[in-house]
């Protein structure tokens, strides 16, 4: 027996030092891996192109005269569907048949009581059938186009035209009247602010596009259209000043949206994920926004925005790390006050990202760097806690992000009390059980409230899950761990770009003109020049 007790140590030890040798090495092999996808990220616009498929109005079965069996047909093809409503009637004028075809919900009833049936029933004849023109038909406010093909008549309708169909015409007729019931243009809800306009996106697209119309007047704006989705299509537009972008800039951005594929584009959300340049990162490359007025302005500094049907979030390319931490607001006002809420708003976001990864580090490894009188309170406060600060602190980071899911998912009622009280509840409750100190509940509450001063969402987002990891950087190795984990992000944006456009410009790669425009704003009129980086194709602001 002690024979195997002696021989089983050494070959155990053999198996230690081969696992020590290649732990290292597997490590480092992983961690190079990792980071170069990280650093320079994977294209999805490097794959093959893929063009969503579009219903083609020369393909498939043609009207065939046939008014019996042209109807058979569309009934055949779209009798399923529950909200196709088959309007059938008689033209008095003509003393023919017809039948008016439309989704129920996608048009105006009023519209098509009065206007339309008391049109077709009464006062139809042959020449204003006959004639595409709004004038010539006597319909106002209508246009009527012809149909030669039954499959593009049935797609026509399911988008939102009335179809109409009648006895002896060897077409279709399509009414262009797509009325949809949607709600009002209210104030954008993510973006609030307190000076500009109060007009937001909706989920209508031709609103959106005249939003931007109306921000001014100009023959330069350009909105090219596209249509998304291989099963489900929707439209989307690009809006770009043609005679401000840079010609390359604009090939990438329509480059990258010919080549989405997906069945269905939901939200904005999804094209943002498709077109950004690394998809490994954790910062957005693209900008969302509600605001008409901050994407007109994106666009008179050379940028592109893209807009899709059924979301009222626009976005923005490419984006930079400043425009994350940058309000409309900050133009409205004299530069005085916006440069220094700008510098507040950086300060802000460096303790949404530091300050719980500083606390750890000064209270578990460096005590020696705190104020002796402060360094003697908060070792007071902390008598009887039972948790190493690592512990600590992620008991009120995550107790803090499961009160703000809360309170975003309650209705709008309760939600804010509920996170108020909720959280003066459990940080109270916490303290008097001795699970936490009060120097911490003031630290995460500071950390929590310089998240809330990000102007964007998504970025908000970003920092409060970095926050943890350089929580764990901290807790391994005290402060040095903080400034590495400072540093490898800071490596990580260097190399990050959006569309070409390094990310963080006009930092890295330093361009003191852009500089006017970064931690503080300069006062308009020393604004001459667009932004550098953009290379448009006029530098000047002024003429």
Not at 21 to 30: C, F
Request: glycine share 8%; with cysteine.
């Amino acid at each position: 027996m002690s024979t195997m007790i002696e021989y089983i140590p050494d070959w155990s030890t053999w198996g230690m030092a081969g696992i020590a040798l290649l732990v290292p090495i597997l490590g480092h092999l992983l961690y190079q891996k990792v980071y170069h996808f990280i650093g320079t990220g994977t294209h999805l616009h490097d794959a093959a192109p893929t063009t969503p498929s579009e219903p083609s109005s020369e393909a498939g079965n043609t009207f065939s005269g046939n008014y019996d069996k042209d109807l058979c047909y569309i009934q055949d093809k779209l009798g399923a569907n529950s909200d196709v409503c088959f309007r059938e009637f008689t033209l008095h004028q003509l003393g023919v048949r017809g039948t008016l075809l439309y989704v129920d919900g996608m048009q105006n009833d009023r519209l098509l009581q009065l206007k339309i049936m008391t049109f077709l029933m009464y006062e139809a004849t042959a020449e204003k059938l006959a004639s595409p023109s709004t004038d010539e038909a006597g319909l106002p406010f209508l246009q009527l186009q012809e149909a030669s093909n039954l499959d593009g008549f049935n797609h026509a309708i399911l988008f939102g035209h009335f179809g109409l169909l009648i006895e002896g015409m060897p077409i279709g007729l399509l009414i262009e009247q797509p009325d949809a019931r949607n709600r009002p243009i209210l104030e954008p809800l993510s973006e609030a602010l307190l000076r500009g306009p109060r007009v937001g996106f909706t989920e209508i697209l031709s609103e959106n596009t005249s939003m931007l119309r109306r921000q001014g007047m100009s023959d330069q704006l350009e909105i090219t259209s596209y249509r998304v989705g291989t099963r489900m299509q929707r439209d989307l537009v690009l809006a770009y000043m043609k005679d401000l972008v840079n010609p390359d800039l604009l090939k990438e951005v329509q480059t990258r949206i010919e080549r989405m594929d997906m069945d269905f584009f939901a939200e904005s959300g999804y094209v943002e994920q498709l077109i950004e340049d690394n998809y490994l990162s954790p910062f957005q490359q693209v900008q969302n926004t509600e605001r008409p007025d901050r994407v007109i302005n994106a666009l008179m500094e050379g940028r592109v925005a893209i807009l899709l049907d059924g979301t009222p979030f626009a976005l923005i390319v490419p984006a930079t790390f400043s425009m994350l931490l940058q309000s409309p607001e900050d133009y409205y006002e004299r530069w005085l006050p916006s440069s220094l809420l700008r510098i507040m708003r950086f300060g802000a976001a460096f303790l949404a990202l530091m300050a719980p990864a500083l606390y750890i580090s000064f209270i578990s490894f460096h005590p020696g760097l705190i104020p002796t009188e402060l360094a003697i309170s908060i070792i007071e406060t902390r008598q009887g806690v039972p948790f190493p600060s690592l512990i600590e602190v992620l008991i009120l980071e995550v107790a803090i992000e499961i009160l703000r899911e809360a309170g975003i998912r309650l209705p709008k009622p309760i939600g804010p009390a509920m996170g108020i009280v909720g959280g003066l509840i459990i940080g109270d409750a916490a303290v008097q059980a001795g699970i936490v100190s009060p120097f911490l509940v003031i630290v995460v509450a500071v950390t929590a409230i310089s998240s809330f001063s990000i102007p964007t969402y998504s970025a908000g987002i970003t920092l409060r899950m970095l926050r943890f990891i350089g929580m764990v950087f901290a807790a391994v190795l005290g402060i040095f761990g903080t400034i590495l984990f400072f540093l490898l992000l800071c490596s990580h944006l260097s190399k990050l770009k959006s569309f070409g456009v390094p990310y963080l410009t006009p930092i890295t790669p330093f361009r003191m003109r852009d500089w006017k425009d970064l931690f503080f704003r300069a006062p308009l009129s020393l604004m001459k020049r667009r932004p550098a980086m953009m290379k448009t194709q006029q530098n000047k602001r002024k003429s």
